[in-house]
């Protein structure tokens, strides 16, 4: 008898615990695509040089940045695909995001990518895009990394536009890539209006 009760009064009480959970207000809630405007997609499709097997981190995920780039207030998102296209999206408040990948012209430049940050290279005010990425492996092309200089418009509403694409290459060409850098850094600073460049090390 001590024993059935005692299992009824836990089961009472596991109940209450249940319905007091069920009770508080909810934190977060899920929002539809549609709604947001972020359809962004890690299709991954294994092959017979680049899987699992042959590629430890295969599964490991592209990762996403996250950074005010036009310095509206709003924190704008950039998703890493690791085979397909990035994705950049403009943050327009109110969880409202419009996809200027286009526009921006960062899709990304090699045949897999594993993660980026976001950070001021250049030193005037905006944040770029620094993207890593996998090369000179089982027949992946493109650079290992690669820098996205952004240059704003004079308008703060519209997006951002590429300046300069700096792929970083093989190792052994880091010290040439770092001296380009710094120079194109300081043609950036004093020119805000430069043509998109591509530079390879």
């Keep these: 008898m001590k024993r059935i009760a005692f299992f009824l009064a836990a089961g009472l009480l596991t109940l209450a615990g249940c319905n007091s959970f069920n009770t508080e207000k909810q934190l977060f809630q899920t929002l539809d695509s549609t709604q947001t405007g972020i359809g962004f997609v890690n299709h991954l499709v294994p092959t017979e040089k680049v899987n ?12 996403v940045s996250a950074g005010d780039i036009n310095n509206d207030g709003l924190t704008d998102l950039y998703f890493v695909s690791n085979q397909g296209k990035n994705k950049l999206y403009l943050n327009k408040g109110n969880f409202k995001f419009e996809d200027i990948t286009e526009k921006a012209g960062v899709g990304g430049f090699s045949d897999w990518q594993t993660g980026s940050t976001m950070a001021d290279v250049n030193g005037d005010g905006f944040l770029d895009i620094y993207v890593c990425a996998v090369g000179n492996f089982r027949g992946l092309e493109g650079p290992m990394n690669s820098i996205s200089i952004m240059v704003m418009p004079h308008s703060p509403k519209k997006p951002p536009i590429m300046a300069l694409i700096l792929q970083v290459s093989p190792r052994r060409r880091l010290f040439l890539t770092t001296i380009m850098m710094v ?15 591509v530079m390879t090390a």
């Design 52 to 63: 699992i097997l042959d590629y430890l981190y295969f599964y490991n995920g592209g990762g």
């Design 183 to 197: 120079i194109w850094i300081v043609i950036c600073s004093t020119m805000p209006s430069i043509p998109p460049v």
